[in-house]
């Protein structure tokens, strides 16, 4: 089914595919669109994500495989990207390109930024006084991006990738990925509102591939077996659900950049 690629080395087609995918989700107003997905990591509550616990890659690996799925169902070929914040193109230019030009196709780039639209007025305020996202009562998501070349650095994940167990493995990742949101900025940087910015989905599908990668280095090693039946709410999946990406019908190219 899905391959993912590298969001740095996307073809302008697999780019403009991407474009329409997020278009599309963006314009559905149920279930199936961008407000219902986003919400469900964090605002309207209740805040349904998984973080700094054991569940942590499971929950999201559910979370970005039923968001893929969402944006299959407008456009059947598009798969997820992930961004390689340890590349050297990352240290010179932060985010990748499709993520971060103003237009494309002649129109606003849906991967620059999106709308918040289910937020209450006070909410509205709260957050807009915070920094994380934009003030009025239209608000959108925003960035505020740190130098690029202080994203983590290949060797801090070549060594993470070496833990031997997954409670290792999943402390030391999540560590990095939270720098990352930090990195980023603005409505990034916080659980409420960080899974409606685009890159969003693009940096956890990269923290995904670290995790198959992890997967691939240490066969037999994986979570608690007290918690493979654990539900994975509110995902019809369990932490077993998640442990096979080829079982959930995606996989990694193999692409580096340079
Ligand atoms: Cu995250």
Redesign the pocket.
């Given at each position: 089914m899905g391959v993912r690629k590298n969001a740095g080395l996307l073809t302008a087609a697999e780019a403009t595919t991407l474009r329409q995918a997020f278009g599309r989700v963006l314009g559905l107003d149920d279930e199936r669109g961008y407000q219902y997905q986003a919400g469900i990591?964090g605002l309207p509550l209740p805040t349904s994500?998984q973080?700094h616990h054991p569940l942590f890659l499971p929950w999201?690996r559910a979370y970005v495989y039923l968001f893929e799925r969402a944006l299959q169902d407008q456009v059947a070929s598009v798969a997820l990207p992930w961004w390689d914040w340890t590349s050297a193109a990352a240290h010179r230019e932060g985010m990748p390109a499709p993520y971060t030009v103003r237009t494309a196709d002649g129109t606003p780039n849906p991967l620059l930024d999106a709308p918040i639209t289910v937020l209450t007025a006070a909410q509205r305020r709260q957050l807009a006084a915070n920094g994380l996202i934009t003030s009025g009562t239209r608000p959108r998501t925003f960035r505020d991006p740190e130098v690029p070349d202080e994203l983590p650095r290949a060797a801090t994940i070549n060594s993470i990738l070496q833990a031997p167990t997954f409670d290792d493995f999943t402390t030391r990742l999540e560590n990095v990925?939270?720098a990352?949101?930090v990195w980023v900025g603005g409505s990034?940087s916080a659980?409420p509102v960080?899974?409606y910015d685009p890159i969003?989905w693009a940096?956890?599908c990269m923290?995904d591939r670290l995790w198959y990668l992890w997967q691939l280095r240490h066969p037999g090693a994986g979570p608690p077996a007290a918690l493979l039946r654990q539900a994975l709410a509110p995902f019809p999946m369990t932490v077993a659900d998640t442990l096979d990406i080829g079982r959930l019908g995606y996989s990694y190219a193999v692409q580096v950049v340079s």
């Open positions: 990591h994500c973080h999201h990925h939270d990352v949101h990034m659980v960080a899974a969003f940096h956890h923290i």
